[in-house]
């Protein structure tokens, strides 16, 4: 009787033991899909912060855009420029700032491209802009204003252009632009 008793607390023990056992793992495989679950949460908001300052370069560059021609248009009206100056040069220094955060954070070799090509749009529209309004300082306003016809607009929608390709790629859910 001794030996049979034995042998029963010995198979419920096993069972319990299993069973504890079963739950460690249960808990381990929660654990590791918990770490898993908030790693993809703070990728996605990282994304997700990346789109939005995409979003409000291209919304600053629009504003420049428009205070440049704002003051194209007026022929240099001393009010207007003495209004518009600051705050374009505020809002570049801001663009400047949101570029090179999103140039940080870019290890594909087509996000490197694409933001190459920002670059380079925003040295044409810059210079551009620059003798538009080195042309109006001078008040040679006819000057100016062919110059915005010709170049500057089409300049500034390049720009804009070449910056939303690049939250499109942001945005597109490819492996490689999801993890650069």
């Given at each position: 009787m001794n030996r049979n008793k034995l042998k029963i607390e010995l198979r419920l023990g096993l069972a319990f033991?299993?069973?504890?056992?079963?739950?460690?793992?249960m808990t381990l495989v929660q654990a590791q899909r918990l770490e898993a679950l908030d790693a993809d949460s703070k990728l996605l908001l990282s994304l997700q912060q990346r789109s939005q300052s995409a979003q409000e370069w291209v919304a600053l560059v629009r504003l420049n855009a428009s205070r440049a021609l704002a003051t194209a248009i007026s022929n240099g009206?001393?009010?207007?420029?003495?209004?518009?100056?600051?705050?374009m040069v505020q809002t570049s220094a801001k663009i400047t700032e949101l570029q090179?955060?999103?140039?940080?954070?870019?290890?594909?070799?087509e996000g490197k491209a694409?933001?190459?090509?920002?670059?380079?749009?925003?040295?044409?529209?810059?210079?551009?802009?620059?003798?538009?309004?080195?042309?109006?300082?001078?008040?040679?306003?006819?000057?100016a204003q062919v110059l915005v016809d010709?170049?500057?607009?089409?300049?500034?929608?390049?720009?804009?252009?070449?910056?939303?390709?690049?939250?499109?790629?942001?945005?597109?859910?490819?492996?490689?632009?999801?993890?650069?």
């Open positions: 033991g299993a069973l504890i056992a079963l739950m460690v793992v009206n001393p009010a207007l420029t003495a209004h518009d100056t600051p705050r090179e955060q999103l140039t940080e954070v870019i290890d594909s070799d694409l933001l190459a090509a920002i670059g380079d749009q925003r040295k044409v529209y810059v210079a551009i802009r620059g003798e538009v309004m080195s042309k109006i300082k001078a008040g040679d306003t006819a000057a010709q170049q500057m607009v089409a300049a500034a929608n390049t720009y804009v252009a070449s910056i939303e390709a690049f939250r499109v790629f942001r945005n597109s859910g490819s492996t490689s632009a999801l993890r650069s």
